[in-house]
């Protein structure tokens, strides 16, 4: 059964980094289409950047620039390094598998989110 856990969240200044972790197992995240979505209190989770089982990545257009989405076959695993942080990235986030990355996150495989791992910036 494909299982992720995300970590690496936690409370950073504008402009700062932080890189987070979504460790699979399961499955080798070489043949798979992984998606982070993140979810902002009283808000609908929202895609922010997929890497498709091709190495063919994608970020949405409000933290393009900023934040990078990699993979490491060894780890199993599918990282997200933030820069230049802003409030408004503030939210848990989680990753899935998705059906598509191709201009856009895809919907995830499952609904069935994870911990996430929470995210906070502030002054």
């Known amino acids: 059964q494909l299982q992720f856990v995300e970590s690496g969240g936690g409370l950073v200044q504008p402009g700062g980094s932080l890189r987070l972790s979504c460790v699979a197992s399961g499955f080798n995240v070489a043949y798979i289409t992984v998606g982070w979505f993140r979810q902002a209190p009283g808000k609908e989770h929202e895609g922010v950047s997929c890497?498709?089982?091709?190495?063919?990545?994608y970020v949405r257009e409000s933290v393009k620039g900023r934040f990078t989405i990699s993979r490491d076959y060894v780890q199993n695993a599918v990282y997200l390094q933030m820069n230049h942080m802003k409030p408004e990235d503030s939210a848990t986030y989680y990753c899935?598998?998705?059906?598509?990355?191709?201009?856009?996150?895809?919907?995830?495989?499952?609904?069935?989110w994870g911990q996430g791992t929470q995210v906070a910036v502030s002054s």
């Open positions: 899935a598998t998705i059906g598509d990355c191709s201009g856009y996150v895809g919907s995830p495989s499952s609904t069935d």
């Open positions: 890497i498709r089982n091709n190495g063919r990545t």
